[in-house]
């Protein structure tokens, strides 16, 4: 298994993150990469939502919190959906409709009834990466540390990353999001004498 890392420069991610809207237009492409990006859920746990997870069917509406059991630790998370994944979702819904509100979010087109399989979705991921300029080390992960990456520059504090993330310590965190070379170029840059 390969090194992946997050997508830091916050244009190259737009264009990434927009390849399956104005490159190879793919509503269901676009919405996976906008709910790992957004949700920080790892790829195993994304394949596995299904409709009634973000969609009240008697309210008619779409959920503002997303509730999983999380596969790899068995701990339950909620997640707010944000106004990005909301225009997601919402667009995606309005072009496929589900047969039923178990059928998974991001339905395999081979396999009627089973989601996406997690190499499926690493070849979606690659594919948009390869062709907006990232040639290695962006994979299904990538998703999950950009997410951190950017809250942490955006001033999250390292405690609440390492609980999102359920790490046991902030050193953790600082390599799982390649951050410590960034705080370390930071001081070098910044101390002019």
Known sequence: M???????????LEQFKDYYVSIKPNPRNYTMIVMGLNTAFRIGDLLQLQWND?????????????CI???????????AVNRSEQKA???????????SW???????????GSPLSRYQAYRIIKEAAR????????????LRKTF???????????AMLMELYNHSSYQVTQR??????????????????
Not at 148 to 158: I, L
């Open 102 to 112: 178990t059928d998974y979010l991001f339905q395999s087109r081979k396999q009627k």
């Open 176 to 193: 799982y999001l390649g951050i410590e070379q960034d705080e370390r170029d930071f001081v070098y840059l910044h101390i002019e004498l």
């Open 69 to 79: 059991t999380e596969q790899k630790t068995g701990k339950e998370r909620i997640v």
């Open 2 to 12: 390969s090194v992946t890392y997050p997508i830091k420069n916050k244009e190259a």
């Open 89 to 99: 979702l919402e667009q995606y819904y309005a072009i496929n409709k589900p047969a």
């Open 54 to 66: 973000v969609y009240d069917e008697k309210k008619r509406e779409f959920r503002g919190h997303i």
């Open 148 to 158: 951190g990456y950017h809250a942490w520059k955006q001033g999250t504090q390292p």
């Open 131 to 142: 062709n907006t300029g990232f040639e290695e080390h962006i994979g299904c992960h990538s």
